[in-house]
């Protein structure tokens, strides 16, 4: 119901944007509030961009850390490193924000740099890891994301791995499977909705965070392969020019809102099927 | 092999002389299958807590070994010592020695995962799991990297020796989820065949179907031992009196000191003798329904 509310609202308050462009606030990068021209594609772009390298980036640490602390941590250990993800849980985006462009951005350009010449053979990596002169890019974005949305993917995987029934386990390994081969018979396959539940939560979040990326990010639409090239993204577009934006450009940004909301329902839409599918075929469940 | 077994009722000396009035054969008097396994001294505690003490017993080759006795008795933590899964519990500790074909099982150059693929484990609730039933029977082969010329005979194989084929021979891409309970278990024991082991463990294998499933696995159990040493732990007397051939009775034994309680090894015989002329109290006691 709310939902519905909000939905409506949104959309009612983007329209003016919505007429104006047409199609062509999805297809065209060009975003020129002076010339009001409110092509959004850029910040698509940017979007999908860092938080597929966040979830990227997250999914298989945050897998690691939960099956490390359900399947070998021994109980102390167990403990720690559950404290250190609720406290890392905690700590507030801007946070992260400030210490990615304090910290992280000005020091991992040569980082970048070190990486592009490594690659620079190798044609189609080069594209994606080209050089660059500054930190603030959509690889430091997604690399903050990653950061933040960590201990939520891990929580809920790890509280997934720790329902996975003693005797099913105990199953693979009186056959002399592997703890790692139990993991992948069983722990995964048995969890696998929860998983993609996890990674959706974090996409989402990774998706939606505003004020850590517009710090990080670099506020240049663009649209390139290079992942170390600055970048920009809905959100934080929104909350850059959202304080001095009046009529169509304000609608416009409003527009992004809808946009992002949109994309939200579809990833989370598709991942829903994803996982009914694998489960339909694991389980036989109708 | 050379060990000599240890006396069947070694814990409990006073019941030897009965045992000879009764002039009833020891389980090794009329066989000379070697023993598979031979435990002496074993102890398993979890934690500071003693779970079995001082079990003297072995399992011959070829035939079924039931163990019984009252909840809380310690028979699944003794069948677990067999393929080490007790290894798996975090503060559990094995003492004495168990004898796996004369080499001692928990020695330092003992691979558990070898173990377990040699001795097969059959639990109590059925634990397909959620793939195919092909991908079931096929889990263990691939997983151990068998030489298998044809998977489709191995599991085919395995599953006409489980008395499951024909049952399920046109859909073995379904779920194993989808299966009754005794066909989850059948399918459970095809799984433990497919990899070759040696022995099969049972760990109440029936306690979760019904009598007619039951009947179909006890079945299976008898058909089974032409080929597989088979230990079955069980609630069912009537079912160790079924199927097994030596039966192994324990119980919980209290501490007078601390007033803990303990799992030890009453009467050790074939199943005939224990059942008919039983040489200890408490294994009259059990069987005849006056305890436990």
């Known amino acids: 119901m709310v939902l519905v509310l909000i939905a409506v609202t949104t959309l009612n308050n983007a329209w003016p944007a919505f007429r104006e462009s047409g199609l062509s606030f999805v297809t065209s990068r060009q975003w020129i509030p002076n010339e009001g021209k409110f092509g959004a594609l850029a910040f698509i772009y940017g979007t999908a961009v860092i938080a597929a390298i966040a979830v990227l980036l997250a999914l298989p640490v945050s897998v690691g850390i939960a099956l490390f602390v359900t399947e070998v941590a021994p109980a102390r250990l167990r403990t720690m490193v559950v404290a250190v993800m609720d406290l890392l849980a905690g700590i507030p985006s801007v946070v992260f924000g400030l210490w990615g462009i304090l910290v992280l951005a000005p020091n991992i350009a040569a980082l970048y740099n070190w990486w592009s010449d490594l690659v620079e053979p190798i044609p189609l990596l080069t594209k994606l890891f080209d050089h660059t002169q500054t930190g603030r890019a959509f690889f430091t974005a997604g690399l903050i994301l990653a950061l933040m949305i960590t201990p939520i993917i891990t929580t809920i995987t790890r509280e997934v791995f720790a329902t996975v029934p003693r005797n099913d386990k105990d199953g693979a390994l009186a056959l002399g499977a592997t703890r790692w081969e139990m993991i992948k018979g069983v722990v995964f396959p048995h969890s696998i909705g929860g998983m993609v539940g996890a990674t959706m939560l974090g996409l989402g979040r990774a998706m939606g965070e505003t004020i850590a990326v517009a710090l990080v990010i670099g506020s240049t639409p663009q649209i390139v392969a290079n992942v170390f090239a600055g970048g920009d993204a809905m959100p934080a577009v929104i909350a850059n020019q959202f304080g001095e934006a009046t009529g169509v450009h304000r609608s416009a940004l409003i527009g992004l809102g809808v946009t992002l909301f949109a994309l939200t329902i579809i990833v989370n839409v598709s991942a829903r099927t994803v996982v009914r599918r694998v489960d339909v075929r694991l389980r036989g469940l109708a | ?292």
């Open chain 2, 1 to 292: 092999m050379s060990n000599i077994p240890p006396t069947p009722l070694a814990p409990r000396p006073t019941v030897a002389p009965a045992t000879e009035a009764d002039a009833a054969p020891s389980p090794e008097a009329d066989t000379d299958s070697p023993p598979v396994f031979e435990t002496k001294q074993l102890s398993v505690s979890y934690g500071s807590a003693l779970a079995v003490a001082d079990i003297n017993m072995y399992i011959r080759r070829g035939q079924i070994t039931a163990l019984i006795g009252p909840s809380g008795c310690g028979k699944s933590t003794l069948l677990r010592c067999f393929n080490r899964m007790n290894d798996l519990i975090p503060d559990a500790r094995v003492e004495g020695t168990i004898l796996y074909e004369g080499l001692d099982l928990y020695g330092d150059d003992v691979d558990p995962i070898e173990v377990r693929r040699r001795i097969g484990m059959v639990f109590q609730k059925p634990n397909p799991f959620p793939k195919s039933i092909y991908d079931n029977v096929a889990y263990g082969p691939r997983v151990l990297k068998m030489k298998v010329d044809r998977m489709d005979d191995l599991v085919e194989q395995a599953l006409r020796r489980a008395a499951l084929w024909d049952e399920v021979s046109g859909k073995l891409k379904k779920s194993a989820v989808a299966l009754s309970g005794g066909q989850q278990q059948r399918l459970c024991i095809a799984r433990a065949i497919a990899v070759q082991p040696d022995v099969i463990l049972m760990d109440e294998p029936c306690s979760a179907l019904d009598p007619i499933a039951t009947a179909r696995i006890e079945d299976l159990m008898v058909e089974l031992k032409q080929d597989y040493t088979i230990v079955i732990v069980t609630h069912n007397m009537q079912q160790a009196a079924r199927v097994s051939d030596i039966t192994a009775f324990l119980t919980a034994a209290v501490n007078e000191a601390t007033g803990e309680r303990h799992g030890e090894l009453v009467e050790f015989a074939k199943t005939a003798t224990l059942f008919t002329a039983p040489a200890d109290e408490r294994t009259e006691a059990y069987i005849t329904g006056r305890f436990g």
